[in-house]
């Protein structure tokens, strides 16, 4: 019995010490029934004077100690805390952090308590500013806790490309980002807002036709068409196909009151396929 046994005591013994963290431990809980075999065989088999009182002893001290367990664990809260002090940078490797970040996270998830996930990525991002997998992680739970919060996201990308400013994927990702917003308060009629977005697009990518589109139409709308017309100029000098924006020169033009050019790029969108310069064509006629 002691042979089959040793080993497992033994792996026991390792995988205690030498897993990275507490909550990995629970791997050899699985072999514990056959130690406990083996201490009833030891025990019933002994010469023992008494075997009762040494048993109810064992027994008291199983009951406090599973007393003390489940108080311990009867809230969350002292196990995230528990959680939280394993980790450390000096004991707990990146890939550690990571891991255990992303069961809190998920933790939270499931809880339905989504704001706690945004601390946890950002807490994981101060400690590895260089993992860009933790600032997407803060953007992608911002916007489960509400997906038009701009700002929020913002200032989190202005963090990431103040590190990573070299890195052209990272640049190109808020560039998109502020798009996205940009024409999210261009719908909301918010152009102020819009054009702070697009403005930003612009810097991050000069070569963004899109953005410049973007841009002028918000300056169209605030009735600054020479602006509008400089911007939808620099998008087509970006992208000669850009149908979008010959329509919208097209309009730009015709508000100032040019209609022979209006016309020309009207013309020059309804080639590219832009239904709307073909009905504005139509209605010329």
């Given amino acids: 019995m002691i042979a089959i046994v040793l080993p497992l005591i033994t792996f026991t013994f390792i995988a205690k010490y030498d897993l990275g963290a507490a909550k990995d431990w629970d791997v050899a809980a699985s072999f514990f029934p056959a130690l406990i075999i083996l201490a009833c065989v ?3 088999n002994s010469e023992l004077s008494e075997k009762k009182n040494v048993a109810l002893m064992f027994l008291g001290i199983t009951v406090l100690n599973s007393t003390l367990w489940f108080t311990l664990n009867a809230r969350t809260e002292p ?3 528990r959680v939280k002090t394993l980790m450390d940078t000096r004991t707990v490797s990146q890939l550690g ?5 992303l069961h809190l996270a998920m933790y939270y ?3 339905k308590n989504h704001p706690p996930a945004i601390d946890v990525w950002k807490e994981y991002s101060g400690k590895f500013p260089y993992d860009r997998r933790g600032y997407l992680n803060i953007i992608q739970n911002i916007k489960v806790v509400d997906k038009n919060n701009y700002k929020a996201m913002k200032e989190v990308y202005e963090s990431w490309i103040g590190i990573d400013s070299a890195h052209q994927q990272t640049v190109e990702e808020y560039s998109k ?3 996205e917003a940009g024409n999210y308060f261009f719908e909301q009629e918010q152009p102020e807002q819009a054009k702070e977005y697009y403005i930003r697009s612009t810097e991050l990518t000069p070569f963004f036709a899109r953005a410049f589109n973007n841009l002028g139409s918000v300056y169209a709308v ?4 020479q602006l509008a017309i400089t911007n939808y100029l620099r ?7 850009y149908a979008d924006a010959y ?5 730009a033009y015709y508000d100032s009151h040019d209609k022979a050019l209006a016309k020309k790029y009207y013309e020059k969108a309804s080639q590219l396929g832009n239904s709307f310069a073909q009905e504005a064509l139509k209605e010329s006629q």
Avoid at 235 to 241: G, I, M, R, V
């Fill in 247 to 251: 329509y919208n020169l097209g309009n």
């Fill in 222 to 225: 605030q009735e600054s068409t």
């Fill in 79 to 81: 196990a995230i805390a």
């Fill in 177 to 179: 980002f502020c798009i």
């Fill in 97 to 101: 952090h990571y891991a255990t970040s």
């Fill in 42 to 44: 030891m025990f019933f």
């Fill in 235 to 241: 998008a087509l000098e970006l992208d000669s196909t």
């Fill in 109 to 111: 998830h499931q809880m």
